[in-house]
């Protein structure tokens, strides 16, 4: 019987009950498409439901293995992916109006190979259009309506990847595959109280992708622990002709590590001190908790860099670019949200030199993030230092912790993107009405098991990962 | 930091308005500042002006002057000729790579 005790399980737990076929692949996919369908509506997390792929997948899958041929630990298990990836003949729509209609006739290579590994398609999710990059400014930024966090429905999911974040944290899917340029990975994982993972630039094949910053753009996993974003990193991650920023390096995670040597995590000075305080005494126990398997050491300068404007300019720059034929016919008029509706406008002013002047100082930047991540196993910091606000409250509206005040905090999250390095965030408590709160590892460009081992040896301290939203 | 000053001490040394005893060229810099936003709004007008709605333009000008922003504070990095950007060309597609 498919019981909730089973839907949040987890893919590992899941695959070791499909292995050991305890767990009808079928049984579960319509366990999964029935919540998808009931609750992912009202969360604003669903595109498209792929009913009829799902189920051809999934009996696929049970008589492969009852036929002795069993693919691995993803084989059978139900996931959704932002609707950034093509599907065979299923709706793309890059959760932009004008694309609403678009279909592709083949896979993304991430929804190729999770087919290779077994794994079920059950739904297209929601995501903010433009994939975030245009400055929206107001959860209301999807013709999918606004994400809700499962946590509290009145506040936003975060974005863009926004239906993944949801619909993995209310258990209308066992995993999903977000994209990230700016923090659109980690930010949702944050408020929706999931392990997200944003790659190395490079780790994962973009081929089949929404593109909005080809520099920065990166595709992760978003489970339900640290654990599972190792199972499923495996499967997704390798080189592919058909996006030259693939990287030959291997990635290879099977089990949890074992280790006895303890981690060298930094905490950043001016990373927590002005988050909302919530935020920032949840991130404080969380330090405690790792002191458990980790020396930390505290205050650690960070490069000082204005990477604000190297990723703002970017995005604007490559993100219109990117969109031009948007800009050129007027069609971004057909935005949800006014920041996009002009943004790509904006973004046409910037001139080619200082777009390559944000690019050299990229470098700069990259280099003195890259020399400190060299001394430690990782950075810890918060996610976000605030919760995610309600979804009819513009952001510049939100009363951020002494915004108008004094430095503003050190930039964790836009720093590794420019940086192009990897982070895991996971669930570390809860803050103001009910929003999870989490913490980040931002660890050296292709630490990825390291950060899932720390993350991982930190979930094993805590259990804010085993956590289930209200029913909804 | 490459030029010896932190990025934030620097932006807290940017008059916002003209100060006695500046330069004619200091006092200067925030009407040329102005002059190019405008011309850059009205770049836009010209070319996408069919497109806006009411309102739109006024965004649009707060938007210039952040990527304005942006681009000043980019600009007070100091940057030598072998700085190149963060990205290669290569010739040709080389799988070895």
């Known amino acids: ?472 | 930091m490459r030029n010896g000053k932190t990025r934030r001490s620097f932006l807290r040394t940017l008059p916002l308005v003209p100060v006695a005893g500046a330069s004619a060229q200091q006092q200067q810099m925030p009407d040329q500042s102005l002059k190019l936003e405008g011309a850059l709004a009205e770049m836009v007008q010209l070319r996408y002006g069919s497109y806006l709605q009411a309102g739109d333009m006024e965004e649009i000008k707060r938007g210039i002057a952040r990527m304005e922003r942006n681009a000043a504070a980019l600009a007070m990095v100091k940057t030598t000729n072998g700085d190149a950007p963060d990205f290669l060309f290569h010739p040709a597609d080389t799988p070895e790579r």
């Open chain 1, 1 to 472: 019987m498919i019981n909730e005790d089973v839907i949040f399980s987890g893919v590992r737990a899941l695959g070791e009950g499909i292995r050991a076929r305890k767990i009808s692949p079928v049984e579960l996919t319509e366990a999964y498409l029935t919540r998808l369908e009931t609750i992912g509506p009202k969360l604003n997390a669903v595109v498209t439901v792929t009913r009829d792929l799902a189920l051809a997948q999934a009996r696929a899958a049970e008589k492969e293995i009852a036929a002795g041929k069993y693919r691995g630990p993803l084989h059978g298990i139900p996931y959704g992916a932002k609707d950034a990836f093509s599907a065979k003949g299923i709706p793309t729509t890059w959760g932009t109006a004008p694309y609403r209609h678009q279909v592709f006739d083949y896979d993304a290579t991430i929804v190729r190979k999770l087919a290779e590994a077994g794994a079920v398609l059950i739904g297209k999710l929601a995501m903010v259009e433009l994939v975030g990059g245009l400055g929206y400014n107001s959860a209301d930024a999807s013709f999918t309506g606004p994400g809700r966090t499962p946590w509290n429905p009145a506040y936003f999911s975060g974005g863009s990847s926004s239906g993944p974040a949801a619909a993995t944290s209310a258990g209308l899917v066992a995993f999903s595959v977000g994209g990230e340029t700016g923090g659109s990975i980690v930010q949702p994982s944050s408020h929706c109280g999931v392990s997200g993972m944003r790659t190395t630039y490079g780790r994962v094949s973009r081929a089949g992708s929404v593109s909005l910053c080809w520099t920065l753009d990166k595709i992760g996993p978003m489970c339900r622990s640290a654990d599972d974003c190792g199972l499923v990193l495996n499967a997704i991650a390798g080189y592919d002709k058909l996006d030259p920023a693939t990287t030959r390096r291997r990635f290879a995670y099977a089990t949890r590590p074992g280790r006895s040597a303890r981690f060298k995590i930094a905490v950043i000075k001016g990373s927590y001190e002005r988050a909302q305080p919530e935020v920032r005494a949840n991130f404080e126990k969380a330090v405690d908790a790792c002191s458990a398997f980790a020396d930390v050491t505290r205050d650690v300068e960070f490069p000082d860099y204005p990477y604000g404007a190297i990723l703002g300019t970017i995005l604007y720059a490559e993100g219109t670019a990117a969109f031009r034929e948007l800009v050129e016919s007027g069609r971004m008029r057909e935005m949800q949200n006014q920041a996009d509706r002009i943004g790509g406008y904006i973004g046409m002013t910037i001139s080619a030199v200082d777009y390559l002047q944000a690019q050299r100082v990229r470098k700069l930047a990259r280099q003195a993030v890259d020399e400190l991540l060299s001394k430690y196993d990782a950075i810890a910091g918060p996610t976000t230092t605030a919760v995610s606000g309600p979804v009819d409250e513009p952001f510049n509206r939100r009363a951020q912790p002494a915004a108008n005040s004094g430095t503003p905090p050190v930039p964790l999250v836009p720093a590794g993107n420019i940086a192009g390095v990897p982070a895991i965030s996971v669930p570390n408590g809860f803050g103001q009405h009910n929003i999870p709160t989490g913490v980040q590892f931002i660890g050296a460009a292709w630490s990825e098991a390291k950060l899932i081992a720390i993350a991982d040896a930190y979930q094993q301290v805590t259990d804010w990962h085993k956590r289930r939203p209200p029913s909804l």
